[in-house]
Protein backbone atom coordinates (compact mmCIF):
# COMPACT_ATOMS: atom_id res chain seq x y z
CA UNK A 1 0.00 0.00 0.00
CA UNK A 2 1.06 3.56 -0.66
CA UNK A 3 1.69 5.50 1.78
CA UNK A 4 2.67 9.43 2.23
CA UNK A 5 2.96 10.23 6.32
CA UNK A 6 3.76 13.84 7.18
CA UNK A 7 5.33 14.93 10.51
CA UNK A 8 6.67 17.97 11.98
CA UNK A 9 3.73 20.73 12.26
CA UNK A 10 2.43 22.56 15.00
CA UNK A 11 1.95 25.68 16.29
CA UNK A 12 4.54 28.43 16.20
CA UNK A 13 5.15 32.29 16.60
CA UNK A 14 5.18 34.74 13.28
CA UNK A 15 9.30 34.64 12.41
CA UNK A 16 9.59 31.13 14.10
CA UNK A 17 10.81 28.30 12.21
CA UNK A 18 9.72 24.66 11.45
CA UNK A 19 10.48 21.21 9.43
CA UNK A 20 8.11 19.45 7.78
CA UNK A 21 9.27 15.82 6.82
CA UNK A 22 6.74 13.31 4.81
CA UNK A 23 7.78 9.85 4.39
CA UNK A 24 7.07 7.73 1.43
CA UNK A 25 6.30 3.70 1.42
CA UNK A 26 4.93 1.29 -1.25
CA UNK A 27 6.50 3.41 -4.42
CA UNK A 28 9.61 3.91 -6.40
CA UNK A 29 10.45 6.81 -5.04
CA UNK A 30 12.33 8.54 -7.60
CA UNK A 31 10.11 7.77 -10.07
CA UNK A 32 7.96 10.98 -8.33
CA UNK A 33 8.49 14.48 -8.25
CA UNK A 34 7.37 15.07 -4.76
CA UNK A 35 5.61 18.49 -3.44
CA UNK A 36 4.47 19.99 -1.19
CA UNK A 37 0.65 21.71 -0.77
CA UNK A 38 -1.13 23.67 1.50
CA UNK A 39 -4.65 24.29 2.37
CA UNK A 40 -6.30 27.45 4.08
CA UNK A 41 -9.82 27.20 5.48
CA UNK A 42 -12.01 28.80 3.15
CA UNK A 43 -9.13 28.66 0.31
CA UNK A 44 -8.19 26.78 -2.52
CA UNK A 45 -5.06 24.23 -2.04
CA UNK A 46 -2.38 25.67 -3.65
CA UNK A 47 1.51 24.57 -4.40
CA UNK A 48 4.01 25.19 -1.78
CA UNK A 49 6.92 23.95 -3.87
CA UNK A 50 8.19 20.69 -5.70
CA UNK A 51 11.31 18.96 -6.06
CA UNK A 52 11.75 16.08 -8.58
CA UNK A 53 14.54 13.28 -7.98
CA UNK A 54 17.32 14.84 -9.70
CA UNK A 55 17.27 18.01 -7.48
CA UNK A 56 15.14 20.74 -9.67
CA UNK A 57 13.13 23.14 -7.53
CA UNK A 58 10.01 24.85 -7.72
CA UNK A 59 8.34 27.63 -5.22
CA UNK A 60 5.36 29.54 -4.77
CA UNK A 61 5.95 33.45 -4.79
CA UNK A 62 5.08 33.54 -1.43
CA UNK A 63 7.22 31.04 -0.29
CA UNK A 64 10.32 31.73 -2.15
CA UNK A 65 13.82 32.88 0.55
CA UNK A 66 11.84 31.98 3.20
CA UNK A 67 10.72 27.89 2.45
CA UNK A 68 13.30 25.12 0.99
CA UNK A 69 12.34 21.66 -0.32
CA UNK A 70 15.03 19.20 -0.09
CA UNK A 71 14.44 15.47 -0.75
CA UNK A 72 16.57 12.20 0.74
CA UNK A 73 15.71 9.41 -2.19
CA UNK A 74 18.04 7.01 -0.25
CA UNK A 75 15.58 7.54 2.72
CA UNK A 76 12.01 8.07 1.03
CA UNK A 77 11.95 10.90 2.30
CA UNK A 78 11.15 14.96 1.68
CA UNK A 79 11.24 17.80 3.55
CA UNK A 80 10.53 21.71 3.92
CA UNK A 81 12.04 23.40 6.21
CA UNK A 82 10.03 26.74 6.41
CA UNK A 83 11.21 29.99 7.92
CA UNK A 84 10.35 33.54 8.85
CA UNK A 85 6.89 32.00 9.57
CA UNK A 86 3.85 34.06 8.72
CA UNK A 87 0.81 33.64 9.87
CA UNK A 88 -0.56 33.78 6.18
CA UNK A 89 1.38 30.58 6.23
CA UNK A 90 -0.92 29.09 8.25
CA UNK A 91 -2.30 26.09 6.80
CA UNK A 92 -2.80 22.10 6.41
CA UNK A 93 0.13 20.67 4.56
CA UNK A 94 0.14 18.02 2.64
CA UNK A 95 2.59 16.25 0.89
CA UNK A 96 2.00 14.97 -2.69
CA UNK A 97 3.88 12.42 -4.83
CA UNK A 98 3.41 13.01 -8.58
CA UNK A 99 4.54 10.38 -11.48
CA UNK A 100 6.86 11.81 -13.45
CA UNK A 101 5.51 10.31 -16.70
CA UNK A 102 2.13 11.92 -15.48
CA UNK A 103 0.32 9.07 -16.77
CA UNK A 104 0.08 7.26 -13.36
CA UNK A 105 -1.98 7.73 -9.97
CA UNK A 106 -1.07 11.08 -8.04
CA UNK A 107 -0.30 10.15 -3.97
CA UNK A 108 -1.66 12.56 -1.26
CA UNK A 109 -1.01 12.42 2.58
CA UNK A 110 -3.21 12.99 5.30
CA UNK A 111 -1.72 16.72 5.90
CA UNK A 112 0.10 17.94 8.89
CA UNK A 113 -1.68 21.36 10.64
CA UNK A 114 0.94 24.88 11.10
CA UNK A 115 -0.55 27.38 13.14
CA UNK A 116 1.69 30.56 12.81
CA UNK A 117 0.01 32.47 15.95
CA UNK A 118 1.67 35.03 18.43
Known amino acids: QVQLVESGGGLVQPGGSLRLSCAASGLLFSHYVMGWYRQAPGKQRELVATSTSSGSTNYADSVKGRFTITRDNAKNTVYLQMNSLKPEDSAVYYC????????????WGQGTQVTVSS
Open 96 to 107: NANPRSGLGYNY
